[in-house]
């Protein structure tokens, strides 16, 4: 069977180390949207110049641009044993897109599950802004509660860690808005088809860890 994951969370929530650590150890592709997105903009593809002036602002990307990134890259041949997707969906409309894309390449032989990490508000934007990531391999640290051996270099590969342009506190307020308005109500529409599992987002990462893996 199958193994499909959607992880839903607000900015700085943790998905991105849970997912990471979880792809790693069942051994299929994570798919993290943001990533993506950020890479287009950096290799100033024509869809990068166009995210660009949204993810400065934290809003979402227009639909169509991340509903053609997300469908080439679930159909690639390393997604054929499941995925986990980071960051999509992150609105109604962007669900039921996937919904469609799934039946698509599905054939009754999948099992998706729906992880809400939930985290309180008041800790989302000091982990944001003390939040770094790895250049090169894309590790995240948080220079208050998870900060490298040595300031700015990355434990795993040496890399050089750098702070996202949006996780400013103008940027990640912004960005909780568009989660509060536009992904919470994913949580009702996945609860409402049986499909949700809610994680308390406030612990260690390992006992997160632990806790996603005894629902799985
Ligand atoms: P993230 O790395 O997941 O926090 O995403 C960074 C930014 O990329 C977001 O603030 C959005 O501007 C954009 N983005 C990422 N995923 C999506 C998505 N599924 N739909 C629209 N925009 C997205």
């Known amino acids: 069977m199958k193994k499909e994951f959607i992880f839903l969370g607000a900015p700085a929530s943790g998905?991105?180390?849970?997912?990471?650590?979880?792809a790693e150890e069942l051994n299929i592709p994570h798919i993290d949207t943001g990533s993506m997105l950020r890479a287009a903009v950096a290799e100033e593809t024509e869809f990068g110049k166009?995210?660009?002036?949204?993810?400065?602002?934290?809003?979402?990307?227009?639909?169509d641009i991340v509903a053609g990134i997300i469908n080439d890259r679930l159909h690639k041949p390393d997604c054929?044993?499941?995925?986990?997707?980071d960051g999509y969906p992150r609105s109604k409309e962007q669900a039921e897109i996937l919904e469609k894309i799934l039946a698509d390449i599905n054939n009754n032989d999948a099992k998706l599950v729906v992880i809400?990490?939930?985290?309180?508000?008041d800790v989302l934007i000091d982990r944001i802004v003390n939040r770094r990531s790895c250049k090169n391999c894309g590790a995240i640290y948080n220079i208050k509660f998870l900060p490298p051996k040595v300031d700015n270099i990355c434990d795993k590969c040496g890399g050089e860690l750098v702070q996202r342009k949006d996780d400013t506190v103008e940027v990640a307020k912004n960005r909780l808005e568009t989660y509060k308005n536009q992904t919470q109500p994913?949580?009702?529409?996945y609860s409402d088809k049986n499909l949700l599992v809610n994680i308390d987002g406030n612990r260690e990462i390992d006992q997160i860890y632990e806790d996603i893996k005894r629902h799985i």
């Open 186 to 189: 994913l949580i009702k529409f």
């Open 15 to 22: 998905k991105g180390t849970q997912t990471k650590k979880l």
């Open 116 to 121: 809400n990490i939930d985290t309180s508000e």
């Open 50 to 63: 166009i995210a660009k002036s949204y993810m400065d602002q934290g809003k979402l990307v227009p639909v």
């Open 80 to 85: 054929k044993n499941g995925f986990i997707l």
